[in-house]
């Protein structure tokens, strides 16, 4: 049982997603390592770092990089025991350089050029929802994560079934009376049984795609 009485076991049951397309947009993004368990449902992975809306994007040339990998699998990964919250959803990865324009042009990409519904992290963009981990300091949440238009997930620990002491929840210098986050999630304990050789993970980057599957 998770907080207010949520049934995860069941609800990773659910979380089949077919055909939704679903992008993933973290910076730095070097790509996802062979060994990741999409399968054929990882459709595209276009390098953006240092790009600008409107440039033409190239694929992704290297790959080696765990945690997007895991964050890829906890969304929509294939394994038999740690199966993805949307183990039918069809994956396309933006890799952004840590800057506005590198971000606005894989955001618009995978709005315009792939069409997803739902991005794994990111910015501002009009008919698409978009999933932001809270971060992992303990207080303030920065940009993106105190973005208007989307969700913000903080991690929750199962010990007091409630917020994390890493979960960042503090919104504070934008003037206006809301919260951050909107919602917990799984950010504890979290693995794929295969990247970082297999030893768990704690943080808010596993906790957005347990959020970003189910919707």
């Known amino acids: 049982q998770g907080p207010m009485g949520a049934n995860l076991d069941f609800a990773r049951t659910l979380g089949i997603g077919a055909s939704i397309k679903v992008g993933i947009l973290d910076p730095p993004v070097i790509g996802l390592l062979p060994s990741h368990q999409l399968g054929s449902r990882l459709l ?22 765990n945690h997007e990998t895991l964050v890829a699998d906890v969304l929509a990964g294939e394994h038999p025991v740690y199966r993805g919250t949307a183990s039918g959803a069809l994956i396309y990865v933006a890799g952004i350089s840590n800057d506005y324009a590198s971000m606005q042009a894989g955001t618009a990409w995978l709005a315009i050029q792939d069409d997803v519904s739902v991005i794994n992290l990111s910015t501002h963009l009009r008919d698409v929802l978009f999933v932001k981990s809270a971060g992992n300091n303990g207080g303030q949440i920065g940009d993106p994560g105190g973005f208007y238009n989307g969700l913000t997930v903080g991690m929750f620990d199962e010990s007091t079934q409630g917020r994390h002491q890493l979960s960042s929840y503090l919104l504070t210098g934008t003037g206006e009376a809301r919260g951050k986050p909107e919602i917990l999630a799984p950010g504890v304990w979290i693995t794929d049984g295969e990247h970082y050789s297999g030893v768990t993970q704690v943080g808010t980057s596993f906790a957005a795609p347990h959020v970003a599957g189910p919707v």
């Open 44 to 65: 595209s992975q276009l390098d953006f770092r240092n790009l600008s809306a409107g440039d033409s994007p190239s694929p992704i040339a290297d790959s080696a990089e």
